[in-house]
C-alpha cells in the first residue's frame, strides 16, 4: 500500500478511533496509532475541514480539543473503520489458526473465542482456505511454557548432535518457539554464557530447580526471522557432489550454493557447524553424496569408513 | 497523495455514505469539494473523468464496498454510492485476553505481505474501540515464513479458479508445468502445501509451495469448479506418516561415544568391548544407513541383514573417498 493511501486509511480510522476514546491524550492516541504527535495534529486539521455535503458549520467533523486531549463531537457518518479486507483477514485468521493449533499454547481458550469473534466480524472474507496443523508435543511444550511463565530455571540434558554429545546443563529459560517444523526453548545457557535455542526433540530430560531463572541483561532473544541457522564464514564451507538420491539435502540445510552438473549430480556447498558433524553427514548419507572439498574432509571420511570395516573384520563378541 | 487529495477522498466517502440515491459523477461534481470544473469544456472535462476514476479506484483499493446503480429508470449515467452496513466493521467486542490473541496473532507474520495486512487489520479494530495489548505472550510462540506462491494460491481458491505453475521436486531433471483447480493450502509439520485436483494427471495432487518454480498464472474462468469438502491435511500428511518400528537390532557401540544411538536405545548391556544397544526399526536399509553416519563408533552385530547393508554402504564410501596421495604407505 502506498503511503499516500495509509494516511487514507488511517483518516478514516481516525474518527471511530477517537470516537471510542472521548478525551484520550494527543501523545497516547498518537502512540497507539504509530504516528507521531505532530502528524496526528495535521491529520485532526485537515479531518476539521471534512463532512457532509453542505460544508457548513453543522455537517464538518467537530472536535473539541482541551490542552492536550481532544473528542470527536461530529463524526459526519464515518463512525464505524471500514470492514476487513480480504487480506487483513487471511492474515489475522490464519495467525489465530496457527496460534490455537501450535502445541502447548498458553490461553487457548482465550484464542478460540478470538478466532470465533474475527471470524464473524470479517462476514465474506472470513474462513481463508487455510488448514494448518504444527508438530510438537504438546504436554512437552506445555511443561516447558510452564518454566518460562513460573520463571524456574531448569536442569536439562541436551543432546548436542553437532558434536554427538549428551551434556547435562542449567539453563535459563526464556521463551518456547516453534519455528517450521520445530519447536525450540531458548535460553541462557549458564555452561556456554551464551544464549542458545534447545531443539526440544533433543532435550532428552528435564527438571524445574528451585531457583528463579535469571537470565542476564545482555541475554537477547535471537532474531529467527531468516530461520534459526545462521551460518557465520569461520564456519567450514563443505562442498559435496550429490546424486539424485540425497537431492533432498537442498530442501533440509540451508545451502550456500547449488549448481546443477552434467548428468544427474548437483554440486551443494553448505556451511558445516563443525567436520565431525559434517563427517557424520556425508557417511550418513552414503553412496549417494562424494566430498569434493575441503581436503581434511575427504580424508577423515575415507579413514572413519576403513576403519569402521576393520571393526567387521574382528571376530564379533560371543 | 496531496493532501487536498487526502482531503476530497474523505469528503468523497462521507458523501456515498450519506445518500441514499445513487450520485451520478456530475451530481459527485457539483457537491463534493475538489471537483469544481466546466462541464462544458471538453479537456477540462475530460481531466475530471480521469481524476474520478483515480479516486474510485484508489477507494476500491482500499475495499471500500462501491455500489454502482442508476437513481431511476430514466437516468442514463450510472451513480454512486456507499451502502453503510457493507461499508462498516460490524460490531466486535473482545474480552482483554482475546484482544491479547490477536495481537500476538498479528505479530505472527514474518512475511511483509502479510504483515502489514495483520497491522492494517488490528488498525481497523482498535478504531472498533479495542484496546490491543502489544506485550502480551503466550508462552510458546510460532514463527511462521511462507512462500511466495501462497498468497496467489490463496486467492485462486477463494475465487475458484485454475492455476499453472512450474514445480520442481529435488528428484527431477527440470521443472514441469502443472495444471490444477486448488482446494485449499495447508501447513502441515511447518511446511505449506496446496491440495487440489491435478488437471494434468486428472487426479488430486499435492504440491509443497516452496517447490513452485517462478509465478503463479490463473487460468479460464472464476468459479469453474467446487472444491470438494474434504480433510485436505490428510492428503499431505498421507504421504509423511511414520511406520511401526516392529524389528530389533543390537548393535555394538564403543564406550562414551554414539551418545546419538543410545538417545533410541531399548536396552543397553555395558560389556568389555563397549556397549550391546538395542534398537527397533522398520526398516533395515534405513537403519543401515543412519548407523553409517556414527562409522567406527558402531558395529553392527545382528540381524545379518542390516550388518550387511552397512558394510556394503561402508565399502561404496571408502571406494570414491580415497586415502590421500601422501598419505599412501610405500
Not at chain 2, 527431477?172 to 502445501?193: A, K, M, S
Request: hydrophobic share 40%; net charge negative.
Amino acid at each position: 500500500m502506498s503511503g499516500s493511501a495509509d494516511r487514507l486509511s488511517r483518516l478514516l480510522n481516525l474518527v471511530p478511533y477517537l470516537l471510542s476514546r472521548p478525551g484520550i491524550a494527543v501523545a497516547e492516541a498518537a502512540g497507539d496509532l504509530g504516528v507521531t504527535e505532530r502528524q496526528l495534529r495535521d491529520d485532526l486539521e485537515l479531518l476539521w475541514v471534512c463532512g457532509l455535503p453542505g460544508y457548513g458549520p453543522g455537517d464538518l467533523i467537530d472536535m473539541a480539543l482541551d490542552g492536550d486531549r481532544v473528542t470527536i463531537t461530529y463524526d459526519a457518518g464515518i463512525d464505524r473503520p471500514l470492514r476487513l479486507t480480504r487480506d487483513e483477514a487471511l492474515a489475522l485468521v490464519v495467525a489465530l489458526r496457527l496460534l490455537a493449533e501450535t502445541p502447548g499454547v498458553g490461553h487457548r481458550d482465550a484464542i478460540e473465542r478470538a478466532l470465533a469473534k474475527i471470524e464473524s466480524a470479517a462476514g465474506d472474507e472470513a474462513g481463508p482456505p487455510v488448514t494448518v496443523r504444527l508438530p510438537g508435543d504438546p504436554d512437552r511444550l506445555g511443561a516447558l511454557r510452564g518454566a518460562v511463565e513460573r520463571r524456574c530455571a531448569l536442569r536439562i540434558t541436551y543432546y548436542t548432535a553437532a558434536r554427538d554429545v549428551t551434556t547435562d546443563r542449567v539453563v535459563d529459560p526464556m521463551r518456547v518457539l516453534v519455528v517450521g517444523d520445530r519447536a525450540y526453548l531458548e535460553a541462557w545457557c549458564r555452561r556456554a554464557e551464551a544464549v542458545r535455542l534447545f531443539r526440544v526433540d533433543r532435550i532428552d530430560a528435564f527438571a524445574e530447580l528451585a531457583e528463579v531463572a535469571a537470565p542476564p541483561s545482555r541475554a537477547r532473544p535471537t532474531d529467527v526471522r531468516d530461520g534459526v541457522f545462521h551460518a557465520t564464514p569461520d564456519q567450514p564451507l563443505i562442498t559435496l557432489r550429490v546424486s539424485r538420491g540425497a537431492r533432498w539435502i537442498t530442501e533440509y540445510y540451508p545451502c550456500e550454493e547449488v549448481r546443477d552438473e552434467p548428468g544427474e549430480h548437483w554440486l551443494v556447498s553448505l556451511r558445516a557447524s563443525d567436520l565431525g558433524w559434517a563427517r557424520r553427514l556425508v557417511l550418513g548419507l552414503g553412496p549417494d553424496v562424494t566430498v569434493v572439498g575441503p581436503p581434511e574432509l575427504i580424508e577423515t571420511v575415507g579413514a572413519e569408513a576403513r576403519t569402521a570395516l576393520a571393526g567387521y573384520e574382528e571376530p564379533v563378541g560371543c | 497523495m496531496s493532501r487536498s487529495r487526502t482531503e476530497r477522498l474523505v469528503n468523497l466517502v462521507i458523501c456515498l455514505l450519506s445518500t441514499r440515491r445513487f450520485l451520478t459523477a456530475a451530481q459527485i461534481a457539483a457537491t463534493v469539494p475538489g471537483y469544481e470544473h466546466d462541464p462544458d469544456d471538453p479537456r477540462d472535462h475530460e481531466a475530471f473523468q480521469r481524476k474520478f476514476e483515480r479516486d474510485k479506484a484508489e477507494l476500491r483499493d482500499l475495499g471500500v464496498p462501491l455500489e454502482t446503480g442508476t437513481a431511476s429508470v430514466f437516468d442514463t449515467e450510472p451513480g454512486y454510492r456507499i451502502a453503510p452496513g457493507e461499508y462498516a466493521l460490524p460490531d466486535i467486542h473482545l474480552e482483554p485476553d482475546e484482544a491479547a490473541a490477536v495481537g500476538i496473532a498479528a505479530r505472527t507474520w514474518q512475511h511483509a505481505g502479510l504483515a502489514a495486512a495483520a497491522s492494517s487489520a488490528l488498525a481497523k479494530l482498535r478504531a472498533a474501540g479495542i484496546d490491543v495489548d502489544r506485550q502480551a505472550t503466550l508462552g510458546v510462540e510460532p514463527v511462521v515464513r511462507v512462500d511466495p506462491a501462497f498468497e496467489p494460491l490463496t486467492g485462486a481458491v477463494r475465487d475458484r479458479q485454475a492455476v499453472t505453475f512450474d514445480y520442481r521436486t529435488p528428484s527431477d531433471d527440470q521443472p514441469t508445468t502443472r495444471r490444477l483447480q486448488p482446494w485449499g493450502v495447508v501447513c502441515w509439520r511447518g511446511r505449506w502445501y496446496v491440495v487440489g485436483h491435478d488437471l494434468g494427471r486428472d487426479a488430486p495432487r499435492c504440491f509443497r509451495l516452496s517447490r513452485v518454480v517462478g509465478d503463479v498464472r490463473r487460468v479460464g474462468a472464476p468459479a469453474a469448479y467446487e472444491p470438494p469438502d474434504v480433510d485436505l491435511i490428510s492428503y499431505v500428511a498421507r504421504w509423511s506418516g511414520p511406520r511401526e518400528r516392529t524389528c530389533r537390532a543390537t548393535v555394538l557401540v564403543a564406550e562414551g561415544r554414539g551418545a546419538g544411538i543410545r538417545r533410541y536405545a531399548e536396552q543397553v548391556v555395558p560389556g568389555e568391548d563397549g556397549d550391546r544397544v538395542v534398537l527397533k526399526y522398520a526398516d533395515a536399509e534405513g537403519l543401515a544407513a543412519w548407523l553409517v553416519g556414527y562409522g567406527a563408533d558402531v558395529v553392527v552385530l545382528d540381524p545379518p541383514e542390516v550388518r550387511d547393508f552397512v558394510v556394503k554402504r561402508l565399502h561404496e564410501i571408502a571406494a570414491v573417498h580415497p586415502v590421500a596421495q601422501q598419505e599412501v604407505r610405500a
